[in-house]
């Protein structure tokens, strides 16, 4: 079965950086394009950024772009969220996601907050 596992959350202080890494299993991963979005408290899921399934096409929420990277490693079935210059509105729960059909798939979700 689909299997999604986000882990490198964490508690930084504004200004610093932290790297998300999705692990993916059970379909073939570099079919899919992947997506990360996240949740603040009493805010909708919104989202972050998107890659292709090779990783030559990245989009990103305009609101981040330049700050929050997404890369994809198809031989480790990994798709990563660098995360730089981080601000208090970072602050969320941060999703990895994919798509087949009309069907998504989420992970468990990864803990960042962002605080002095």
């Known amino acids: 079965q689909v299997q999604l596992v986000e882990s490198g959350g964490g508690l930084v202080q504004p200004g610093g950086s932290l790297r998300l890494s999705c692990a993916a299993s059970?379909?073939?991963?570099?079919?899919?394009?992947m997506y990360w979005y996240r949740q603040a408290p009493g805010k909708e899921r919104e989202l972050v950024a998107v890659?292709?399934?090779?990783?030559?096409?990245?989009n990103y929420a305009d609101s981040l772009k330049g700050r929050f990277t997404i890369s994809r490693d198809n031989a480790k079935n990994t798709v990563y969220l660098q995360m730089n210059s981080l601000k208090p509105e970072d602050t969320a729960v941060y999703y990895c996601?994919?798509?087949?059909?009309?069907?998504?798939?989420w992970g468990q979700g990864t803990q960042v907050t962002v605080s002095s």
């Open positions: 059970g379909f073939t991963f570099s079919s899919y394009a």
């Open positions: 996601m994919t798509r087949m059909s009309v069907r998504p798939y």
């Open positions: 890659i292709s399934n090779t990783g030559g096409t990245t």
